[in-house]
């Protein structure tokens, strides 16, 4: 499943993580990078673990956890402190697959990177290019969207970052491991969840089919959660 999820931060909330991440110092982006990911990539990156990318990063985490969509679509377990890159000038990142396991550098914390995702840092009108490009089994998905929203995909899933021709396209991304491994199971979830979510509003919380559908809910996330 792949999903817009809007207004993860605020207006203002994307200056004030842009005031901190452009004032960081940035590096060449495959300091990150996997053996694949490296042949295609040219991008700059904050350092991992860097103060900027750290404070940055907990706002992110904070704004993430007060997104019911992100949690009802994610189910998360853990998510891997977020990261921040820059295009410009032509830099883009060519076709690829998300590394399956992924370390913090200098800690014990890892995740099974079952979905990723790209929160937008800037708006589309300020450059040209940079779209996230996602292939799955409809064709190739496009996805330019405003500051403060942010793509949710299948780690699994052939992805790249075209070329920016003018401007900068600033982003944080990251990855999530979750409750519900398999992303079918996590889209029948999804679509249970907002469809219980629809009823409750048209019938009342207290309704016997909102109820039963809940029910309904709760028992596959037993059958299928690893928590």
């Known amino acids: ?16 993580l842009r005031a901190i991440v452009d004032a960081g110092e940035w590096t060449d982006g495959n300091a990150t990078s996997g053996a694949q990911s490296a ?10 673990g860097s103060e ?21 679509a994610a189910l998360p377990l853990k998510v ?11 830099q883009t990142f060519g076709a690829h697959v998300d590394t399956a396991v ?11 990177s079952d979905l990723s995702a790209t929160l937008f840092l800037e708006d589309p ?12 089994r409809f064709g ?16 699994s899933s052939v ?14 991304f990251f990855w999530i491991q979750s409750m519900v491994r398999d992303d079918g199971e996590r889209t029948i979830l999804f679509d249970l969840d907002q469809s219980v979510q629809r009823l409750s509003g048209n019938l009342g919380a207290a309704d016997r089919s909102v109820i039963e559908l809940t029910g309904v809910y709760h028992n596959l996330l037993r059958r299928w959660a690893d928590a």
């Not at 940055?56 to 956890?65: F, K, N, Y």
């Open 102 to 112: 992924r370390f913090q550098r200098g800690t014990d914390f890892r995740i099974r």
């Open 39 to 48: 042949l295609a990539k040219r991008n700059e990156q904050l350092p991992e």
């Open 80 to 90: 891997f402190p977020p990261l921040f890159n820059r295009y410009a000038g032509g």
């Open 159 to 172: 992805h790249r970052v075209e070329p920016v021709t003018r401007g900068a396209r600033v982003a944080s």
């Open 1 to 16: 499943m792949m999903l817009a999820i809007p207004d993860v931060l605020t207006p203002p909330q994307v200056a004030e």
């Open 125 to 136: 009108e300020r450059y040209d290019g940079g779209e996230l490009v996602v292939e799955d």
């Open 52 to 72: 900027a990318a750290r404070r940055a990063g907990e706002m992110v985490l904070d704004a993430l956890g007060a997104s019911p969509l992100f949690v009802a």
């Open 140 to 155: 190739e998905q496009r996805v330019k969207l405003p500051a403060g929203h942010m793509a949710l995909y299948p780690a």
